[in-house]
């Protein structure tokens, strides 16, 4: 529970900095991202073009990193 913390306060900080080039590094390949209404964005590139013009979020309901500690899911709060 420690690092949950510090990994999605990075991914938060990236969104809302606009820093989309270290966003994407820090995104696994196969990232899933689901927002608050439920669209699904598959990838680096279809994550950052489904956010990129929404408000940065807050804490995800769930995530997951990968073993190489990028973002590997992302599940918003609803509503």
């Known amino acids: 529970m420690a690092e ?3 990994a999605v306060g990075h991914i938060i900080s990236l969104i809302e900095r606009g ?3 270290r966003l994407e590094a820090d995104l696994a390949p196969e990232v899933h991202w689901v927002n608050a209404v439920e669209e699904h964005f598959h990838g680096p590139s279809e994550v950052i073009s489904g956010i990129r013009n929404d408000p940065p979020p807050g804490p995800p309901a769930f995530h997951e990193l ?3 500690g990028r ?3 992302w599940i918003d ?3």
């Open 4 to 6: 949950f913390v510090p």
């Open 19 to 21: 820093d989309w080039i």
């Open 66 to 68: 990968d073993a190489d």
């Open 71 to 73: 973002l590997l899911l």
């Open 77 to 79: 709060k609803s509503g």
